[in-house]
Structures are given as C-alpha cells and as structure tokens.
C-alpha cells in the first residue's frame, strides 16, 4: 500500500458532512490508505439546516424538507438507515396572495405555468388581459439560441408581465431568495429553455413531459419529505458516523501550495497538512483563504442576499378567521413584507401539539434587506400585521423563533455558469487537488447539496488514485 494520504474538508454544511460520509465510506469498502478531516468554522455542524424543540413544537429555523423525487437525499439517508423516521407533508390548499386577496393556486400548473386552461381562466390571478397574455406563449416561435439570459426576461416574453409577477415571480424568486430578473435561466430552470426550443412553447412542452394524471383518482400524497424529530435528525446521523473526524471552531485562515500537497492554516495557528482539499464554504469566504490566485476575485461579484423566518406559535383560540390550507405566497407587486407563510401545523401535523397552531412567515425581499436586522419585537410585529389582513389573530403568540440568515442565498445571476466554470478551470491548472462544492455553485436545495458533495467524492478519489 502506498503511503497514507490525507484530505481536507472545509465547511461542515451539508455539503461538507455529505463529502465526509460518503469518502469514509469507500476508504473503508476499499481499504484505501486516507485520512480525513473535516474542519468547521462554528461550534456546529449542519448550517442551514436548524431544528428547535420547545414545548411540544418542532420548529425548523432554515429548510423544512427535502424532494422525495430528488433521489441523492433518499439514498443517503437510507445509507444513514434512519428511513423509519422520515414522514411526509400534508397536502392541502395553497395560496397566491395578489391585490390583498388570496386565490387558490390554479390547478394543473407547474411552477407557476398553467398547463391547464379551465382552472387557469376561472381563477383570480390575473385580469382577462393577463391571461390572454399569457395565452400568447402557445403561439409565439421559439426563441433565438442563447448562452443564458434572466429568467425574468424569458418568462415575461413567454406569458406577459402580470402573470409572471403575480403568480411565476413568488414561486420561483421564493425558492432562490433572488430577483427573477437577475436570475439566470441557464443555471436556475434550464429545463424551460430546453422546452421552449423543442417544442416551440413552454405550455406544450410542459404537456408533452409531465407525468399525466392517473385516470383514477388516488389519495394525493405529499411530494416533500422531512423527519418526525425535525430535519436536524439528518445532521444528527452524519454527526455520530463521523464522530472524530470532525473539529469545531476550527476556521480556516488561509492555504499554500506546497511541492507536495497544501498546508493548511487554522486561525489558532494549526497547520494541517493536506493532498486534497474539498471546500465546501460559501463563494466568498474563498478569495481570502486563497488570496494569492486573483481568479477567485470572480467571486467577490457573485451576490448573496439575507433572509429571515419567523415561527410563531399560538392556541388555537388565537386564530379567529382560520384558512383551509397550508400556506401561501406573496405577488410581487404587493406592500406586504413577508413574501410567504406556511401553515406549519397542517403542513406537517407531527411539529404541534393539539390545540396549538404554528405558523412560519418569511421576510427578506432583494429589495427589502433591511428588513432582516430589525429587531425582534419589529419583526414580530410586521409579521403579525401582514398576517392578519388576511386572517383574524386576536392573541400574540405563545412564543416566536426568529431565524436570521445573513448573506445566506448566493445568487446565479446571467452568466453563472460560465463564471463557476472558468474559475473551475484555473482551480484544475493552478491548484490540483482542490474542489469546490456547495450551494454557491450547482443548486441550494438539500437533494442539490448532497449530489455536489458525492460529486465532490469521485473528483477527490480519482485526483488521488
């Protein structure tokens, strides 16, 4: 066997712990002569993902849940065995809040495009002329071929300004925290693109390729998955598989390239010695721990924007006008602060007692940072305000959780993709053995995160073999 080798792991998102897991568990399939390390900048590991308990409740203060389709996240956690303990979201009515009314979300619509004309023309999204807009899309011809362009830009030459604001805008903006008109489709929704240009139009693409409805009509099943203790139990299970591997408060200051390997340096004055290293921090914290190599100064463009959730919980007796749903977001145009709310107690039955209700409501606009760093108390009531124009709260909560994530949403603006690949490029000619990974690059959602940390495993194993 050849001499041992060592790699380095810098972030203990789950990106970072997805890497650990999956690197510990070929070394030992194969006997294979590394160590690994990874290195943590807070005093936990798991980022995003948060899970408070109190009094019954189970309060997720980042992501709440995971795509069953997306298969990277189901296979690690039957990997972890902890299967037994996932559960799934309740289904129910959602809403689009538009003109200070909410409307039911069409039926037969993918994010936010009617492939249904009936639910679509009857419902009070958007004025006739909106819809006739809107309509437009099944006759114009495709676009011209392109690198990338915004998803603003493409959607609202496709269907018209109202729909795209008042019903498009919230979905997709709400899943990056971003602005859809500086958005890059390329690195967002390339799937639209690709449909556009082969079928001429977003609507019979969308026709021809989603999965038709089955002809009898089966108890519709929730799409989303997370854990009966909170999705925290994830991170719980890659923790204890991981056990020494993984230091805390270790934050890394900067890293040489050395004849053999990089040496690492701690802000404690450690240095570790590594021949591979995998950094799975955000995009800026990069150009300082590499300050010598001006290519990652890219990255000091890319934007990040901050957000803030709010999970507040009542009695039921609080709640006067109570809605049959599960949640609902905000238009585009509207004066509202919060930009959506989920009704946390139907969503997933398993976080609240009985006789109490949840709610988490959402702040942060691009356009509304500020609305971050207000105090609690401020946010609360902001919260509250916005909430009961379309409900009735007649008491203050039991409790609130205020969830503030600062710089926390990287951006994909225009040209997104090319910008990660060049500096890919220059990481692969001046720096071999170094790979980046994480939410700043191919995907923020968890079932993204994890494939881009087992990507991250086959590029290290093959650098070093």
């Known amino acids: ?79 972890l065995g902890i299967q037994d303990q996932l559960v799934r979201n309740g289904t129910g009515q959602s809403y689009i809040l538009v003109d200070h009314k909410l409307h039911k979300m069409p039926k037969g619509s993918f994010m936010g495009i009617p492939m249904q004309k009936r639910p679509f023309l009857f419902s009070g999204i958007a004025s006739w002329k909106g819809k006739a807009r809107a309509g437009l899309d099944l006759a114009l011809p495709k676009g011209k071929v392109q690198h990338d362009q915004s998803l603003g830009r493409f959607l609202r030459h496709r269907f018209g300004d109202e729909l795209v604001e008042n019903l498009m805008e919230p979905l997709l903006s709400g899943i990056y925290a971003g602005d859809i008109d500086d958005m890059s489709l390329m690195a967002t929704f390339p799937n639209f693109y690709q449909l556009e240009q082969e079928y001429g139009s977003l609507i019979k693409g969308l026709q021809e390729t989603r999965p038709k409805p089955a002809k009898k009509k089966k108890p519709k099943k929730g799409m989303f998955l997370s854990f009966s203790g909170g999705l ?53 914290s990069v150009p ?38 599960t949640g ?16 946390t107690h139907k969503k997933w039955p398993t976080t609240t007692p009985d006789g109490k209700v949840l ?48 710089n926390a949403m990287p951006q994909y603006t225009v040209g997104h993709k090319e910008r990660i690949a060049q500096v890919r490029q220059e990481v692969a000619n001046q720096l071999p053995g170094v790979f980046l990974t994480g939410s700043s690059y191919e995907g923020i959602g968890l079932p993204d995160c994890i494939e881009q940390g087992e990507k991250a495993v086959s590029e290290v194993l093959s650098f070093l073999q």
């Open 1 to 79: 066997m050849s001499k041992q080798k060592r790699i380095l792991i810098v972030g203990g998102g789950i990106t970072g712990l997805t890497a650990a897991f999956y690197l510990q568990k070929e070394i030992q399939a194969s006997q294979l002569p590394y160590e690994v390390k990874l290195v943590e900048a807070s005093h936990r590991v798991g980022g995003k993902v948060k899970t408070y308990k109190r009094d019954g409740f189970v309060i997720e203060q980042g992501p709440d849940s995971f795509l069953e389709r997306k298969k990277p996240a189901v296979k690690l956690v039957e990997n």
């Open 359 to 406: 709610l988490r409501c959402y702040v942060g606009r691009p356009n509304d940072q500020s609305v971050v760093d207000v105090s609690d108390d401020e946010m609360v009531d902001i919260v509250l305000h916005d909430l009961n124009q379309t409900m009735n709260i007649t008491q203050q909560p039991i409790f609130s959780v205020i969830s503030r994530w600062k």
């Open 288 to 325: 300082k721990i590499f300050s010598q190599y001006d290519f990652f100064k890219t990255f000091n463009e890319i934007p990040a924007t901050s957000v803030a959730n709010v999970a507040m919980a009542f009695d039921q007796s609080a709640i006067k006008k109570d809605i049959d749903g």
């Open 232 to 284: 925290e139990t994830l991170i719980d299970a890659l923790r204890e598989q991981l056990g020494d591997m993984i230091q805390l408060n270790a934050t890394v200051d900067h890293i040489e390239k050395k004849d053999h390997g990089y040496h690492v340096l701690l802000d404690n004055g450690d240095v570790y010695k590594a021949d591979a290293v995998i950094m799975a921090t955000p995009h800026y």
């Open 328 to 343: 609902f977001v905000v238009s585009r145009n509207s004066d509202f602060r919060i930009t959506a709310c989920t009704w």
